[in-house]
């Protein structure tokens, strides 16, 4: 788990200066502060992969700006604007430009640092475009302390960026099976761990052994805490467990699981070997708990 993406908490994220309302703007005058792009989900890369993190320019201040905090004492801001409309773009422009992706597809090649960046300027703009609006009164709502704080300026609340957790758990048997199950949305051989939201007054291993017991009709007990990792798709965090089953007859839940199954470490290997098994990338933590049993990396099959 010490290379699980997104997960990076060398940042000083400078919580006290954002109460400063002149912040922004005095970053935004300083040559040396940094500046993550965001256009909608996607941000541009340098030629080796790295995020094309820049200086500041004067339409900087047209989008949204977050203070993501300072890093080796060098101020990082992001600028977060909508998504371009999807129009032609001619060849030479597509190939002068610097090439955009998204979260999903670099986070497990960016250096931690940077993914943890990038995972934090996207799970607050997509908080701030969810939550344009007071959920007391309805206002419009404004944006304070360097993005990081809408303010209603009809009745003076303040609301602050969500974060949904959620469990992820790896559930083995007596034998040392492991529980995979396979979403009703998912195509055929696509199989992950268990995963579901806490819900209110929850802890963490009850949410494991509802969720279980839900999809699947397992029960499960002796839960235990092994990594989390940010989530901003779009604003949660995963919490990554094991658990030991004390049953194992199962009983997917119609509307959400299609299949689940016990595996051994043979029928998992073989199975992936000869393809009837999808393997998940690393980006994930669910990747890291099914590597956790099997033993090694899910790319070495």
């Known amino acids: ?3 699980l993406p997104m997960t990076a908490s060398d940042t000083d994220r400078d919580g006290v200066r954002r109460s400063d309302p002149d912040l922004l703007p005095r970053l935004l005058a300083d040559p040396t502060t940094r500046v993550l792009e965001l256009r909608g989900e996607r941000t541009p890369l340098r030629p080796d992969g790295r995020l094309a993190l820049r200086p500041p320019q004067p339409d900087d201040a047209d989008g949204l700006l977050v203070h993501l905090g300072l890093v080796d004492g060098i101020a990082h801001v992001a600028t977060c604007h ?14 002068d430009a610097a090439p955009f992706a998204d979260l999903r ?3 497990a090649q960016l250096p931690p640092q940077e993914a943890s960046l990038f995972a934090t300027a996207l799970g607050l703009a997509n908080w701030h475009v969810r939550h344009p609006c007071c959920p007391r009164c309805g206002a419009a709502t404004e944006v304070v302390q ?23 758990m790896a559930v083995t048997d007596a034998a040392d099976r492991l529980l995979l ?14 995963a579901g939201f806490l819900e209110p007054g929850e802890t963490i291993a009850g949410a494991v052994a509802r969720e279980v017991s839900e999809e699947t009709g397992v029960a499960v007990t002796d839960v235990r805490f092994v990594a989390d990792q940010p989530w901003p798709f779009p604003a949660s965090l995963m919490i990554g467990c094991t658990a030991r089953a004390t049953t194992t007859d199962i009983t997917p839940q119609p509307d959400e699981i299609a299949e689940a199954r016990w595996f051994t470490r043979e029928e998992f290997r073989s199975q992936l070997r000869e393809g009837y ?13 099914i590597e956790g049993w099997l033993g090694h990396r899910l790319d070495e099959v």
């Open 1 to 3: 788990m010490r290379d």
């Open 82 to 95: 909508p998504a371009p409309p999807r129009e032609p773009v001619p060849r030479e422009e597509r190939l």
């Open 105 to 107: 597809t670099v986070a």
């Open 146 to 168: 360097s993005g990081w704080v809408r303010r209603c300026p009809q009745d003076g609340s303040e609301h602050y960026p969500r974060t949904d957790p959620a469990v992820i």
């Open 181 to 194: 199950a396979r979403n009703t949305g998912w195509p055929e051989g696509r199989f992950s761990v268990l």
């Open 277 to 289: 098994l999808r393997a998940a990338g690393r980006l994930s933590i669910s990747s890291r708990l």
